[in-house]
């Protein structure tokens, strides 16, 4: 009993072992799963740390770099300026054109008519370029033409003597116009007739009237005492008015013929007046002409000869001609347009001269008759020389430039107005400039300077200078021959420390 008690204990005993172990590896299982995101956690902590430090290191090292490296001095090569004979120039682009440049067309507005040049064609002085058509002064000739005719046709026929043809003539206008007095007093006879006649009607009329008036007045009176009817008295009223119309018209018919009696009158003065003006005419023919008419007839022919004369000269204004020789750069017009101001081309003449604009600085360099070189990018072996003969008297305030005019002796045949050129103008020739490189030089505000090494430091010093050449950059000032300067000054401010590593001759 006590042993299958006892083993019945540790049976039981054994199975509670056995159940037990199972929960114990359970609970750590659980225990280990919570301790991997603190692990880890702490690891990734650590590595952020660690990448911190780093970045941190790298940045005190290129700060200490570059501290160390601003107070290394800068190694530096010095070069002394070559002193050596130069010539010197101003280079700049010219344009060609022509000392006398125009727009050539008439004095009067036209159309194209005739076109007998075209663009590029060379033409000489007087040469005839086109032809404007002008209705207007085609007209004013022709009328010009006819009145010297006319002129000549009177003056023809006041210096000759009186044909009996024309005395016949003048008679008889005398004739008719004495003839036209007598019709017009005949004329004047009857119109006053016809007033006198009007005037006797007119006072008949009047008595009427003042008859049919007394009628009126009588019915009035017969009428209130109710012994006539009142029929009579508007009857009696009729013919008053009636009466009174009849005056009216027949003093419009009165002052009618009295006009035409006034027109008679003047009618008879007129004709009395041209029978004088027949009977002078009459006189003159059978006299001849005087003096002074024919004089007066060969000054309305002179007038009339210089008013053609006038107007050919308009009309030869409508041929073109070319003022002076020179090349034709452009036609503004064509056939059957309309010319006006503009003018039918554009002339240049044959004696080139090339304009470019200076740079104001070099105003004090230029001198009239100075050298220059003509060079072309377009035509390389081309280059030839010509003379500056004028400098502009003025600078343009907007770009800081001077126009010089530079006239070429012998110009090539491919030189063509409106072409861009290369000018170098000789300023100076065998010139003792030193020459420094041009990376020697650097620009300080408007100053431009160069460096020097002194106590191992570099310091400005202001010089002067003329344009580069293919040699280096002349010094005007500033330098010596035995100064030593900066070969390259790209990297170097004022004030850096320096160390020189080598010196170039």
């Known amino acids: 009993m006590s042993e299958t008690s006892g083993g019945n204990v540790r049976t039981r005993t054994e199975t509670a072992l056995v159940k037990a172990e199972p929960q114990s590896e359970t609970s750590t299982v659980a225990v280990d799963a919570l301790d991997v995101p603190r692990r880890r956690e702490h690891f990734f902590a650590s590595r952020k740390w660690v990448v911190r430090l780093a970045v941190l290191s790298l940045v005190l090292l290129t700060i200490a770099f570059f501290i160390w490296r601003s107070q290394r001095p800068v190694a530096v090569t010095l070069v002394q300026p070559n002193l050596t004979t130069i010539t010197e120039t101003i280079a700049s682009s010219g344009r060609v054109g022509g000392e006398t440049e125009t727009l050539v067309g008439a004095q009067a507005q ?12 060379r033409v000489a002085a007087g040469q005839r370029l086109a032809v404007l058509k002008n209705n207007v002064v085609e007209a004013q000739v022709t009328q010009a033409e006819q009145s010297v005719r006319t002129a000549q046709a009177q003056l023809s026929q006041v210096a000759r003597g009186p044909l009996s043809s024309e005395i016949q003539t003048a008679t008889e206008q005398v004739r008719q116009a004495q003839a036209q007095v007598t019709q017009q007093q005949a004329a004047i006879s009857q119109a006053q007739k016809a007033v006198t006649q009007a005037r006797a009607q007119l006072n008949q009329l009047r008595a009427e009237r003042d008859l049919a008036a007394k009628e009126l007045e009588r019915s009035r009176t017969l009428v209130n005492q109710g012994i006539v009817p009142q029929s009579e008295y508007d009857q009696a009223q009729t013919n008053l008015r009636v009466a009174e119309e009849r005056v009216t018209a027949q003093q419009g018919a009165v002052e009618l013929a009295e006009s035409g009696v006034r027109q008679s009158r003047a009618a008879l003065r007129a004709a009395q007046a041209n029978v004088r003006a027949q009977q002078a005419t009459l006189q003159t023919v059978r006299s001849g002409a005087r003096p002074e008419d024919v004089q007066v007839a060969r000054q309305r022919l002179r007038e009339a000869e210089q008013a053609l004369i006038v107007a050919r000269q308009q009309a030869a204004n409508s041929i073109v001609t070319a003022p002076f020789a020179g090349v034709v750069t452009e036609i503004n017009a064509e056939l059957g347009q309309t010319v006006g101001s503009q003018g039918v081309l554009e002339l240049v003449s044959g004696e080139f ?43 343009d305030e907007a770009r800081g430039t001077i126009e010089v005019t530079v006239t070429p002796a012998n110009p090539p045949d491919w030189l063509r107005p409106g072409q861009t050129v290369n000018v170098n103008i000789i300023t100076a020739k065998n010139a003792q400039r030193l020459l420094v490189p041009l990376t020697a030089l650097a620009r300080d505000g408007d100053r431009t300077v160069v460096y020097v090494v002194q106590d191992g430091v570099a310091l400005q010093k202001t010089v002067v200078t003329r344009p580069p050449t293919e040699e280096g950059v002349p010094v005007l000032a500033g330098l010596s021959a035995g100064d030593r300067i900066i070969a390259d000054v790209r990297q170097i401010k004022p004030g850096d420390a320096v160390r020189v590593k080598e010196t170039a001759g």
């Open 110 to 121: 036209g159309i194209v008519e005739s076109l007998y040049v075209e663009e590029g064609d």
């Open 353 to 395: 001269e090339i304009r470019l604009d200076v740079d104001e600085n070099n105003l004090s360099d230029l001198r009239l008759g100075q050298t220059a070189i003509i060079s072309s990018s377009t035509f390389s072996e081309g280059r030839f020389e010509a003379t500056v003969t004028e400098i502009g008297a003025a600078v």
